[in-house]
Nanobody, 124 residues
């Protein structure tokens, strides 16, 4: 069974940066999609970006220009680089794995393995 463990969350002031990592273990298959989601208090889970097994990545328009999924990440590690953070970015951030689709899907229901999440708090 695939296991996903997020790390790198914490508290940061507005305008700061954080780098989140998600380490996968237990076998993730030959082809797959991996993605970052976040869920703020009282809101539904939001897709942020995805990476497929060939290393191709996309990010949501809502965070494009601030968030990136680095292309030099190891195959068993999913990274989310977050810059110029805002208070509205406060949420629990999750990584997820699902079967390969082209492009990688955005609905949370298309992913069947999830990490436990890491808290990101942006405040002054």
């Amino acid at each position: 069974q695939v296991q996903l463990v997020e790390s790198g969350g914490g508290s940061v002031e507005p305008g700061g940066s954080l780098r989140l990592s998600c380490v996968a273990s237990g076998g993730i298959g030959v082809t797959y999609c991996m993605a970052w989601f976040r869920q703020a208090l009282g809101k539904e889970r939001e897709w942020l970006g995805s990476l497929n097994w060939m290393g191709r990545s996309t990010v949501a328009d809502s965070v494009k220009g601030r968030f990136t999924i680095p292309q030099d990440s190891a195959k068993n590690t999913l990274v989310l680089q977050m810059n110029r953070l805002e208070s509205e970015d406060t949420a629990i951030y999750y990584c997820a794995r699902g079967a390969f689709q082209r492009p990688c899907p955005t609905p949370p229901t298309d992913y069947n393995f999830w990490g436990q999440g890491t808290q990101v708090t942006v405040s002054s």
